[in-house]
């Protein structure tokens, strides 16, 4: 009798726990990850207008949590994720043939100026494509107002660095020469590019706005051609330089990551990125 009772009580039990797990999930929202945390990495300047996409989905599903690494770079981030180490990669580049075929698969949601900046205040810079080979050939020196200027550069592997070989021969030769010229500060990440760029007197190097706005840095863009980086030259093909940004993930992706990509290209989730400086899909011409 005694052994019937606690079988029954058990079953109880069982059923009640049963009975609570389908009121959990039986709701519309996704199941929280069963892996715990969803792991997030890759570009650093990404990692700001994410983070805040990421807490308006926490509001929306708390049993979610995100866990952000420490700037790895694109090439890092998707390595990551390939290898199942990272649930999420950012990435401000296409995948590459080898890492398609290892079932990475990337969702663009967004394009970000790319822009000239400095921490001089009051610079009031307009350089010509010209003045940008002449400011990395070591030509250009001072701020018109004597200061001296002291240029960040990128690792030579970056994607800044990249960019800029790609803007015109001239400005490729300058920056080959400034990469060989001793004494110049190389910042290895999006964020010591950013500090760096920020606190160093005279600094002026590469930012994008969707770094810039999230993390609220203190730098003046500059102009280039007449034209000052922002959404709307962006959008108008008025300012030309842009990076892409987007989700890497394996095919398919786990349930968990599919629904935060789902609420990122939302309309919610575009709202924050365009307010986050990038030009979202739907806003392009």
């Not at 019937?4 to 609570?20: M, N, T, Y």
């Not at 990669?89 to 394009?111: D, F, H, K």
């Not at 950013?194 to 002026?204: C, S, V």
Request: charged letters at 20%; a positive charge; aromatic letters at 6%.
């Amino acid at each position: 009798m005694l052994l019937k009772r606690i079988s029954l009580l058990v079953l109880g039990a069982f059923l009640l726990l049963l009975a609570l797990q389908l009121a959990v999930t039986g709701s519309d929202a996704p199941a929280a990850p069963d892996r715990g945390a969803l792991k997030i990495g890759g570009t650093g300047g990404a990692n700001g207008a994410i983070a805040l996409v990421a807490d308006a989905f926490k509001k929306k599903h708390p049993e979610f949590r995100f866990v952000f690494s420490p700037s790895l770079g694109s090439t890092g981030g998707i390595k990551a994720v390939i290898s199942g180490a990272m649930d999420l990669g950012l990435s401000s580049r296409p995948l590459t043939e080898a890492e398609l075929r290892q079932g990475a698969v990337a969702v663009e949601y967004g394009r970000t100026p790319i822009m000239l900046v400095t921490s001089h205040p009051g610079a009031g810079l307009n350089l010509t494509l010209k003045q940008i080979a002449a400011l990395y050939a070591g030509e250009l020196s001072n701020y018109p107002d004597g200061t001296q200027i002291r240029l960040i550069l990128r690792p030579w592997v970056e994607s800044d660095t990249s960019f800029l070989l790609n803007l015109s021969p001239e400005i490729a030769e300058a920056v080959a020469k400034a990469h060989a010229r001793p004494g110049l500060i190389v910042a290895v990440t999006d964020q010591d590019n950013a500090e760096k760029l920020e606190k160093i007197k005279g600094a002026i190097g590469w930012l994008t706005l969707a770094q810039l706005i999230p993390e609220k840095r203190q730098v003046t863009p500059v102009s280039i051609g007449g034209i000052m980086p922002g959404l709307a030259t962006l959008a108008s093909g008025a300012y030309p330089y842009y990076k892409p940004f987007s989700v890497v993930t394996l095919a398919p992706p786990a349930p968990q990551v599919k629904a935060f990509i789902d609420f990122l290209t939302s309309r919610q989730g575009q709202e924050i990125l365009s307010k986050s400086g990038l030009l979202v899909n739907e806003k392009r011409p």
